[in-house]
Nanobody, 124 residues
Framework: QVQLVESGGGLVQAGDSLRLSCAASGRTFSSYTMGWFRQAPGKEREFVAT????????YYADSVKGRFTVSRDNAKNAVFLQMNSLKPEDTAVYYC?????????????????WGQGTQVTVSS
């Protein structure tokens, strides 16, 4: 089992950058595929990015491809989401999630462990 705590959210202007962090507890963090999801007010939770256990494979939603970068540091039990060129439509609560799939996956149902979320607000 793993517990996840996100941080790094905030209020920024369009075009700015933010780096989200997700700290994980548990000795088996390096075995998990990690994902980032987001949920805007009145909308369903959507996939943002995922990275496999080794960090060698990642995958992004089309809406963030080229602007966001997911990475992980298994020695520090952490996963990160670097968000550049932020847009107002990126405004949402961002969640990190952990799953035991051996490959990257975009399905929220493949991630049984979730953090509490961190708010990102991008003003125009």
């Amino acid at each position: 089992q793993v517990q996840l705590v996100e941080s790094g959210g905030g209020l920024v202007q369009a075009g700015d950058s933010l780096r989200l962090s997700c700290a994980a507890s548990g000795r088996t963090f390096s075995s998990y595929t990690m994902g980032w999801f987001r949920q805007a007010p009145g909308k369903e939770r959507e996939f943002v990015a995922t990275i496999n256990w080794s960090g060698r494979t990642s995958y992004y939603a089309d809406s963030v491809k080229g602007r966001f970068t997911v990475s992980r540091d298994n020695a520090k039990n952490a996963v990160f989401l670097q968000m550049n060129s932020l847009k107002p439509e990126d405004t949402a609560v961002y969640y990190c999630a952990a799953g035991s799939r051996l490959t990257v996956t975009t399905a929220a149902t493949d991630y049984p462990y979730w953090g509490q979320g961190t708010q990102v607000t991008v003003s125009s």
